[in-house]
């Protein structure tokens, strides 16, 4: 089990853990991520502006909301009266028409998920043993999986060894090796974890059709805030058709409007959406997306945007300065 993902209640388990997140700790790119995206600042354009459409295509299919559910993984475990958080947030996806994610869960509980009958995209970890990859995928691929991929950013553990998850050896990841994944099957593949635009370049050298901009909740020290990394990457794949995907402190549709504008496809909410599910279900995770999707709508009407097509990134600044300016 990734053992900053498995503690739900107790003590603080570090900057990693789950929130809240007492310690000023210059390490960890939770906080900076956090700083980042609360200066980012929104020029208003009400001049014909009016109502926006916040609903989302993907790999040919439509869904009600650009938020998507986090890749989160081992909730049953810790779930509490026999609770099932993995399927009750698949089943909030369900019911709201969202894009659902599925991270490390052994096959037997992904077709539990599975069953809930959301679009799913599963995230199966970069063990040392692609042959469990393999399986994992075929899985995905039997029970219907809108997309499959990789966290391609947990390979290394916090003793900079080849990290082991649930008593499994993670490894290397190379662009061959990534490209036989592609190759292997007929769903789009994912690379979740990517923050530079050397491996945006190599994810879209192994034919990689989306990428999550995403430091995994802080799984490396210092790492940069994603919408940091989001324009050059986005800059560098343009006319690739790769779909650009951001988590990482995306909380509000505020948060959620910043990315989208800077030209990421679709968000996912993460850590945001546990109070709600661990108190609630399914329900606390639907009146959380609800408020966020509002938030999301209230920024796109302020600012002219009618739909996700025309988010313009020239609408927002940072520290006094307009971070793209218009050609
Ligand atoms: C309980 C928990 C389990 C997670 N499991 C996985 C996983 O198995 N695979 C993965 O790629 N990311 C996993 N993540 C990371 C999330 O997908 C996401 O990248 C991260 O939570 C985003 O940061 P945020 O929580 O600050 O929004 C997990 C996160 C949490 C909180």
């Not at 779909?243 to 504008?261: E, P, Q, R």
């Amino acid at each position: 089990m990734e053992k900053q993902e498995m503690t739900l209640t107790g003590p603080w388990p570090g900057p990693k853990g789950l929130i809240p997140e007492p310690e000023i700790n210059p390490e960890n790119a939770n906080l900076h991520t956090r700083k980042y995206l609360d200066e980012i600042l929104v020029e208003e354009r009400i001049i014909d502006a009016g109502e926006a459409d916040i609903g989302l295509t993907l790999f040919g299919e439509s869904f009600s909301s650009a938020i998507m559910m986090p890749a989160f993984s081992h909730l049953d475990k810790v779930g509490e009266n026999g609770r099932t958080p993995m399927v009750e947030y698949a089943q909030a996806a369900k019911n709201m028409s969202l894009v659902n994610w599925v991270g490390m869960e052994p096959d037997e509980e992904y077709r539990k998920i599975a069953d809930v009958g959301a679009r799913t995209i599963r995230i199966i970890k970069p063990f040392a043993d692609h042959s469990i990859v393999q399986e994992q995928i075929a899985v995905a691929e039997e029970t219907g999986a809108l997309a499959v991929g990789m966290d391609i950013d947990h390979v290394i553990g916090d003793n900079g060894k080849y990290d082991v998850v649930d008593g499994i050896l993670m490894g290397t990841i190379s662009v061959d090796g990534l490209r036989k994944l592609v190759d292997s099957t007929p769903l789009p593949f994912i690379a979740k974890g990517v923050l530079s635009i050397s491996d945006a370049i190599k994810c879209r050298e192994a034919g990689v059709k989306g990428i999550v901009i995403s430091h995994h909740h802080g799984r490396m020290p210092f790492a940069i805030p994603p919408l940091m990394a989001l324009p050059e990457i986005k800059k560098a794949l343009a006319g690739s058709g790769m779909k650009l995907f951001v988590d990482c402190g995306i909380n509000t549709g505020y948060d959620a409007y910043k990315a989208l504008a800077l030209g990421a496809d679709a968000v996912s909410v993460g850590r945001g959406i546990l109070p709600g599910l661990l108190k609630k279900g399914s329900s606390g995770v639907e009146e959380k997306v609800q408020k966020m999707n509002e938030e999301l709508a209230v920024l796109m009407g302020y600012t002219g945007v009618r739909n996700l097509g025309e988010m313009d990134p020239t609408v927002l600044w940072y520290h006094g300065k307009r971070m793209v300016s218009s050609n």
